[in-house]
């Protein structure tokens, strides 16, 4: 299992929220980001990333599922997931 700032999770973006592991609301600091799996901001440096994602196309091969969401309030676990906690 991938530590945070570690190992690549892979990850895939499903279009339905109700396959989704994860929603996500994309924020643009990383104050807002910072201790909520729910919420990503871009960095520009590997250095300021807590976790490094790889976009899968197959999500057989997926360590997380996710789906965008327009709202912060709607973003975080769908299910209890081995990565709760560690993005």
Known sequence: MPLKGSAEILV??????????????????????EHNDGL????????????????????N???????YVNNRSMAGWQIDHRLRGKL
């Open 61 to 67: 091969t997926a360590n997380l599922l996710i789906c």
């Open 40 to 59: 990503w901001c871009d960095v520009h440096t590997r250095s300021l990333a807590s976790s490094r994602i790889k976009w899968v196309d197959n999500r």
């Open 12 to 33: 895939h973006e499903v279009a339905s929220k109700g396959a989704a592991d994860l929603l996500v609301c994309k924020v643009y600091s990383r104050n807002m980001a």
